[in-house]
């Protein structure tokens, strides 16, 4: 019988991501289970493991742009070199399926049912199709068909009837966030982006990826992230006019950018990687999710970052470094506010406003970058969380082992 560890004893052996492209981008083409393929076999290697002793893969994934999506996290384990016996689970908890992927293969690992588990998200909003509905049975005589945009539909929670850039805006009157305040966050997240490439802060973290060029038959390379804007100005963005609410504060300046890309990292039990001789990156500490009103549906990290930090018995002056996945710079603002977090330990290389935001792939990203970034600074403890459409929030706190 197999020795069941305790969730302190669940470990990363590697973390990386592709650059993420911007939508329409370099990477517009790219299949994402061929993106999440690239990322395993770079998260395999570094590990000091080979595919074989993979026991689980699970990766998120939200739309299914592409025609072997459905059988995402599966393929993406045939195609990394796993075992035919190596399950595969594809999971959807939308912005928040990469941090999930990760605490579902926690969940395995604490079982028992797994010493090592391939993890992670990936996502091609490039690839979201139009589909007109109901065409299967046939068009009536003077009909015609209605073409419907799945990307901008799943953007909006039918619930509520609320787009996700108006549950922002909610927030916004809420805590009385005006546009100076949003804008001057997002021009933070292009700088400090900006600074972190310069200073290549994302090298341990990035992973190239090769890119078909259709006009010479060659291959390009994408390695840094396309959607960046080096150039923008607090009077660019400025000028810029709110899209979903007269008056309101939401732009495309400072709201997360749509992108394609793909993280994955692989965590094993404390047990193995000692008696393999494998240094981790870091452990898993603790995990929270939490539901909330879905037309403030931003406000999530709050309840679920509480929750997280008070299983772990620490608190936010315990962490060094805090990501909040910044779908919207309102939403992010809000959220600082609310926790009261100390902004020089917030989001310090910038985030999704500059970098993109690929659903499944961001809380992947955030939680490569947190143990990257813990370990190249000799810091310890490190908060990763993310909003989620619908009204949830989710986070979870990672520990470098330095």
Same mark, same amino acid.
């Given at each position: 019988?197999?020795?069941?560890?305790? !969730?302190?004893?669940?470990?990363?052996?590697?973390?990386?991501?592709?650059?993420?492209?911007?939508?329409?981008?370099?990477?517009?083409?790219?299949?994402?289970?061929?993106?999440?393929?690239?990322?395993?076999?770079?998260?395999?290697?570094? &590990?000091?493991?080979? !595919?074989?002793?993979?026991?689980?893969?699970?990766?998120? *994934? @939200?739309? =299914?742009?592409?025609?072997?999506?459905?059988?995402?996290?599966?393929?993406?384990?045939?195609?990394?070199?796993?075992?035919?016996?190596t399950s595969a689970l594809t999971l959807n908890r939308l912005c928040g399926s990469g941090f999930q992927?990760?605490?579902?293969?926690?969940?395995?690992?604490?079982?028992?049912?797994?010493?090592?588990?391939?993890?992670?998200?990936?996502?091609?909003?490039?690839?979201?199709?139009?589909?007109?509905?109901?065409?299967?049975?046939?068009?009536?005589?003077?009909?015609?068909?209605?073409?419907?945009?799945?990307?901008?539909?799943?953007?909006?929670?039918? =619930?509520?009837?609320?787009?996700?850039?108006?549950?922002?805006?909610?927030?916004?009157?809420? =805590?009385?966030?005006?546009?100076?305040? @949003?804008?001057?966050?997002?021009?933070?997240?292009q700088q400090l982006a900006k600074a972190a490439w310069d200073e290549g802060v994302f090298k341990d973290?990035?992973?190239?990826?090769? $890119?078909? *060029?259709?006009?010479?038959?060659?291959?390009?390379?994408?390695?840094?992230?396309?959607?960046?804007?080096?150039?923008?100005?607090?009077?660019?963005? %400025?000028?810029?006019?709110?899209?979903?609410?007269?008056?309101?504060?939401?732009?495309?300046?400072?709201?997360?950018?749509?992108?394609?890309?793909?993280?994955?990292?692989?965590? &094993?039990?404390?047990?193995?990687?000692?008696?393999?001789?494998?240094?981790?990156?870091?452990?898993?500490?603790?995990?929270? $999710?939490?539901?909330?009103? !879905?037309?403030?549906m931003g406000i999530g990290p709050v309840p679920s970052s509480k929750a997280a930090l008070a299983k772990?018995?620490?608190?936010?002056?315990?962490?060094?470094?805090?990501?909040? *996945?910044?779908?919207?710079?309102?939403?992010?603002?809000? @959220?600082?506010?609310?926790?009261?977090?100390?902004?020089?330990?917030? *989001?310090?290389?910038?985030?999704?406003?500059?970098?993109?935001?690929?659903? &499944?792939? %961001?809380?992947?990203?955030?939680?490569?970058?947190?143990?990257?970034?813990?370990?190249?600074?000799?810091?310890?403890?490190?908060?990763?969380?993310?909003?989620?459409?619908?009204?949830?929030?989710?986070?979870?706190? $990672?520990?470098?082992?330095?």
């Amino acid at each position: 019988m197999r020795e069941k560890p305790e !969730p302190r004893d669940v470990v990363f052996l590697s973390a990386v991501r592709t650059p993420f492209g911007t939508f329409g981008g370099k990477l517009k083409g790219m299949s994402p289970v061929d993106l999440a393929v690239h990322a395993s076999k770079n998260a395999i290697d570094r &590990a000091g493991i080979t !595919p074989t002793d993979i026991d689980q893969t699970i990766f998120g *994934n @939200v739309l =299914y742009t592409t025609n072997d999506s459905i059988y995402f996290a599966r393929h993406v384990a045939l195609k990394s070199g796993c075992r035919q016996e190596t399950s595969a689970l594809t999971l959807n908890r939308l912005c928040g399926s990469g941090f999930q992927a990760i605490v579902s293969g926690a969940q395995e690992i604490i079982l028992g049912d797994a010493q090592v588990c391939l993890v992670g998200g990936a996502e091609s909003m490039s690839q979201a199709p139009h589909v007109t509905r109901g065409l299967r049975w046939g068009t009536p005589l003077g009909s015609a068909p209605v073409m419907e945009d799945v990307l901008w539909e799943g953007l909006t929670d039918s =619930y509520v009837g609320l787009g996700m850039a108006e549950t922002a805006e909610n927030l916004a009157d809420r =805590y009385k966030l005006d546009r100076g305040c @949003v804008d001057e966050f997002a021009l933070r997240s292009q700088q400090l982006a900006k600074a972190a490439w310069d200073e290549g802060v994302f090298k341990d973290e990035v992973v190239a990826v090769p $890119v078909p *060029n259709a006009k010479t038959g060659k291959l390009d390379e994408l390695s840094s992230d396309e959607h960046m804007r080096p150039d923008t100005t607090a009077e660019k963005l %400025s000028a810029l006019k709110p899209v979903f609410r007269k008056g309101g504060v939401v732009t495309a300046g400072n709201a997360s950018g749509i992108g394609d890309g793909a993280a994955a990292m692989v965590i &094993a039990s404390e047990k193995f990687a000692r008696e393999r001789k494998l240094e981790p990156l870091g452990r898993l500490v603790s995990w929270a $999710v939490a539901g909330v009103d !879905p037309s403030v549906m931003g406000i999530g990290p709050v309840p679920s970052s509480k929750a997280a930090l008070a299983k772990a018995g620490l608190s936010i002056d315990d962490m060094d470094l805090i990501e909040v *996945n910044e779908a919207f710079a309102a939403q992010t603002c809000a @959220v600082e506010r609310e926790l009261s977090l100390p902004r020089e330990r917030l *989001n310090v290389h910038g985030g999704a406003i500059a970098l993109s935001h690929p659903l &499944a792939a %961001s809380g992947a990203r955030i939680t490569a970058h947190l143990l990257h970034a813990l370990r190249a600074q000799g810091l310890r403890y490190g908060l990763g969380t993310a909003c989620i459409g619908g009204g949830q929030g989710i986070a979870l706190v $990672v520990e470098s082992l330095r």
